[in-house]
Antibody, heavy 122, light 113 residues
Framework: QVQLVESGGDLVKPGGSLRLSCAAS????????MSWIRQAPGKGLEWVSY????????NYAESVRGRFTISRDNAENSLYLQMKSLRAEDTAVYYC???????????????WGQGTLVTVSS | DIVMTQSPDSLAVSLGERATINCKSS????????????LAWYQQKPGQPPKLLIY???IRKSEVPDRFSGSGSGTDFTLTISSLQAEDVAVYYC?????????FGQGTKVEIK
């Protein structure tokens, strides 16, 4: 079955950097658009970024554009989120999620990982 | 950005009774060329990630119980749980994927009365 396992969350100081990973299994990773969604503690969901199946297209929320970079390695079945210039307001659980087969950046999210916690604090 | 507004913020329903959650978008999420509403519903139980329930506003994901249904078009949408079960206690979110940035409603917490 579809499995998405995030890792890399940690406590980091403001201005610091962090790289999140998402290991995918149970499906042909290279066929699917992927996305990152975050959820601040006790708050709602916020879309962060998505990337096309071939890495050609990426898109970012305004709140992270220029600071975060989404990437993927289809040979390794892995999705990444490089985060820099981190701020307190980036504190959240970060979820990796998959879009359905055949969908571009205009689809819902049909599978989610368990999430990894990023805490930005001095 | 399209703003998604859910109502109510929370509701308490007796077991076996109907629960209704509304979601309103600040602009239409109906794509006229394919007549699809770019609206999804998710369920998030405590300590768990969100789970897709409904997509294209009214299509239930295969393993989702048929007591869950979605309706609406354009800017007004509804998620209905026809007979609330204990395992349905959760926060429910609507999401538009019509245009970037994708946006979510603030969530509706469903509890047992």
């Amino acid at each position: 079955q579809v499995q998405l396992v995030e890792s890399g969350g940690d406590l980091v100081k403001p201005g610091g950097s962090l790289r999140l990973s998402c290991a995918a299994s149970g499906f042909t990773f290279s066929d699917f658009y992927m996305s990152w969604i975050r959820q601040a503690p006790g708050k709602g969901l916020e879309w962060v970024s998505y990337i096309s199946s071939s890495t050609t297209y990426t898109n970012y929320a305004e709140s992270v554009r220029g600071r975060f970079t989404i990437s993927r390695d289809n040979a390794e079945n892995s999705l990444y989120l490089q985060m820099k210039s981190l701020r307190a307001e980036d504190t959240a659980v970060y979820y990796c999620a998959r879009l359905p087969r055949g969908c571009a950046g205009d689809c819902y999210l049909d599978s989610w990982g368990q999430g990894t916690l990023v805490t930005v604090s001095s | 950005d399209i703003v998604m507004t859910q109502s109510p913020d929370s509701l308490a329903v007796s077991l076996g009774e109907r629960a209704t959650i509304n979601c309103k978008s600040s602009q239409s999420v109906l794509y006229s060329s394919n007549n699809k509403n770019y609206l999804a519903w998710y369920q998030q139980k405590p300590g768990q990630p969100p789970k897709l329930l409904i997509y294209w506003a009214s299509i239930r994901k295969s393993e989702v119980p048929d007591r869950f249904s979605g309706s609406g078009s354009g800017t007004d949408f509804t998620l209905t749980i026809s007979s609330l079960q204990a395992e349905d206690v959760a926060v429910y979110y609507c999401q538009q994927h019509y245009s970037s940035p994708w946006t979510f409603g603030q969530g509706t917490k469903v509890e047992i009365k």
